[in-house]
């Protein structure tokens, strides 16, 4: 069984997307349909930057879903590969999430950038620049970041973000909050932690104003059953009813991202491949999650032509 898996925040980089464009059509429309639902030049942000306009958070995110979404359709149009045949899950991290259920079938292109940018502009706006922070721990469990959390609260909100692998968890939180959790992180197992470079503290109830924002773009949102099962970062299991999908995309602005958990539940349910589409993050994970699995990263054309050979 296989899995195609779509990666989260932090995997933009300038030239993002131009030898796909460069070498595919199938590519260059989907950047065409992204611009034009966003009204901007995200593709041209995407390829010359500058690197400070890409990295805001309501441009990295429809610019990596964009990015993974071509790669996709490069692999579908020009290698001969159906998704609904080839994969019998997918899964995104976090905003990977959205390019996952795109994948699929659950949300047009269009409808999901849109989404995405406004996610990032209510996630931006939901906490004051400064007033939050996150922080990734090193050499911690889910189990050892909980309590580094709970010790580090002191009243403030201090939660965990992301359960990426055994050996790396984020948290999140007041800036105050974090900053007493990296100084306590050694003491409570940790090998170390660091502060990560965000502008705002992701999946923690902090974010409940962006909560809100999604849920009331969401009601609006046509959403389809995908044409395989998505695996929910809130859940850690597979869904295709659409009103649970819509549901639980409100959750997960709050929610922690359980993708240790969905990458185990996935390997347990069967799945020994997972590829990684427009980006070379999560398969590190993958493997240290499920060491038995296959993983294939794929961002080149020379990437996407193995994969269709290989599939």
């Not at 469990?141 to 709970?150: F, P």
Request: glycine share 8%; hydrophobic share 50%; net charge negative.
């Amino acid at each position: 069984m296989r899995a195609f898996i779509f990666p989260g925040q932090g995997s933009q980089a300038v030239g993002m997307g131009k030898a796909l464009a460069d070498a595919s059509a199938a590519a260059r429309e989907v950047f065409q349909e992204v611009d034009e639902a966003l009204g901007q030049h995200l593709f041209r942000l995407m390829t010359e930057g500058p690197e400070t306009d890409l990295t805001l958070t309501e441009n990295a995110q429809p610019a990596i879903m964009a990015n993974a979404i071509a790669t996709l359709r490069v692999l579908e149009k020009e290698g001969g590969v159906s998704l609904a045949d080839k994969a019998d899950f997918v899964a995104g991290h976090s905003l990977g999430e959205y390019t996952a259920l795109c994948a699929a079938g659950a949300i047009d292109l269009s409808t999901t950038a849109r989404l995405l940018k406004l996610r990032g502009q209510a996630m931006q706006a939901a906490v004051p620049v400064g007033e939050g922070a996150m922080a990734a721990l090193l050499g911690a469990d889910l189990v050892k970041a909980q309590a580094i959390a709970d010790a580090a609260a002191d009243g403030d909100v201090c939660a965990v973000a992301n359960d990426n692998d055994p050996s790396q968890v984020v948290i999140s939180g007041a800036k105050a909050a974090i900053d007493r959790a990296i100084g306590l992180a050694k003491e409570h197992g940790a090998k170390r932690a660091v502060l990560l470079p965000v502008s705002a503290p992701f999946h923690c109830p902090m974010m409940q104003p962006a909560a809100d924002a999604m849920e009331a773009a969401l009601a609006d949102v046509g959403i389809r059953t995908p044409l395989v099962p998505v695996y929910a970062n809130v859940t850690a299991s597979p869904v295709q009813d659409p009103d649970t999908i819509r549901t639980l995309l409100v959750e997960q602005v709050t929610g922690m991202v359980r993708w240790r958990e969905s990458v185990a539940a996935m390997f347990d349910a069967g799945v020994t491949d997972f590829a990684e589409l427009g980006g070379k993050v999560l398969g590190a994970m993958v493997k240290r999650i499920a060491p038995d699995a296959a993983v294939t990263s794929v961002v080149t054309m020379d990437d996407i032509e193995a994969l269709a050979k290989a599939l």
